[in-house]
């Protein structure tokens, strides 16, 4: 039975189709309207076995669920693996289409992993919007302090919206009238946002607290329910990986090995990874250290006492931490710190 590799290029307005047979034969090329009844109306017109792959982008998530039934496989690939598109000579929608669908053919695509339902989705698209809202929080926030400290008022940010710290602040500004109301709209535009910030905390710390999971990985030191449902979300199924080196490097928090030839092996943090991921974990593994009383500060400790940089031994504990809530979801067991301390579950950073 002959496959054909469909590849999707895919925009807003319209979507490239490329089609090739298992022998590399280009049999179509149609472009579409960017909707699920037209590209469906193209992806039925191609014999069965059809094999669909387009790349990771904002519209990925939407297509992935959409035209899953009508097809054999799906595959949404990482674009930055896909050197030969990005990087040739000659390079439109219609090529960019060709030479998808031959990678696809070729088995050269790295997939990426799709939420596995529409609930789920939803809950990332939430978590991730949440997290926005607080790089802009502190964004705004480093603006409003920097305001001050040009006119020689050295004050945090969060304490501007006591009133009475802020109208000390003002007392320090030139008497001009453009510039006192410039810093009353960032004021109102930070506090808006700390407001927005607080009410979306609360409505995910809700959803988190009905999540089974979740509420086994807050047992753990330094893991909060933003922290833990975060984690959650992202990650998906702790199913995805077959490791929890896989898992490390997914995070941003694992060491890949470099050789070639006869020289020595070298070891290094991982370039890649989740950013966010990267960030809550190091974030929480900062909070379990500094709670002390707990197997992941006494291995900080102890990894301190061997003589680690102290940023080393703290991604050692995030790597611990991970591994962790992995194996907690994975098992379906409730936190137990003295299995912490009887097992080892990190490759030491040194």
């Known amino acids: 039975m002959t496959e054909y590799y469909i590849a999707l290029d895919v925009h807003c307005a319209f979507s490239e189709m490329a089609v090739v047979t298992g022998g590399g034969k280009l049999v179509r090329r149609d472009r579409c309207e960017t909707s699920v009844p037209a590209l469906v109306q193209c992806l039925k017109a191609v014999r069965r076995v059809r094999q669909l792959t387009f790349e990771e982008g904002p519209l990925a998530d939407w297509l992935a669920r959409e035209l899953r039934p009508h097809v054999d496989e799906l595959i949404v690939c990482e674009p930055r693996r896909n050197h030969w598109i990005a990087r040739d000579g000659d390079k439109d929608d219609p090529v960019d289409a060709f030479k998808l669908a031959e990678l696809y053919r070729g088995r050269y695509l790295k997939a990426v992993h799709q939420a596995g339902s529409h609930e789920r989705s939803l809950l990332k698209q939430q978590v991730l919007l949440y997290h926005d809202r607080v790089r802009e929080r502190v964004r705004q926030g480093n603006q409003l302090a920097g305001l001050c400290r040009r006119q020689g008022a050295f004050v945090r940010a969060a304490d501007l919206l006591n009133e009475n710290t802020w109208q000390r602040c003002l ?38 607290k009905n999540i089974e999971s979740v509420q086994r ?76 009383d707990n197997p992941f500060a ?3 400790q102890a990894w301190r006492a061997q003589g680690l940089h102290p940023a080393n031994a703290k991604r050692n504990v995030a790597r611990a931490l991970a591994a962790t809530l992995w194996s907690l979801w994975k098992s379906g067991q409730a936190y137990d ?3 912490i301390t009887s097992r080892r579950t990190v490759s030491i950073e040194t």
């Open 298 to 300: 006494d291995r900080y």
């Open 337 to 339: 710190p003295d299995r």
């Open 171 to 208: 007392s320090t500004l030139p008497t001009d009238a453009l510039l006192r109301v410039s810093w009353e709209f960032v004021r109102e535009t930070y506090e808006l946002l700390c407001a927005r910030e607080e009410t979306l905390r609360k409505m995910l710390v809700g959803a988190a």
């Open 217 to 292: 990985f807050t047992a753990l030191p330094g893991i909060s329910w933003i922290r833990g449902v975060t984690f959650y979300a992202l990650i998906d199924t702790p199913h995805r990986f077959p490791s929890k080196a896989a898992l490390w490097r997914y995070s941003g928090i694992g060491l890949e090995r470099r050789h070639s030839g006869g020289g020595p092996v070298r070891t290094r943090l991982s370039r890649q990874g989740h950013r966010k991921l990267k960030d809550v974990l190091l974030g929480a593994a900062k909070s379990a250290v500094a709670q002390e």
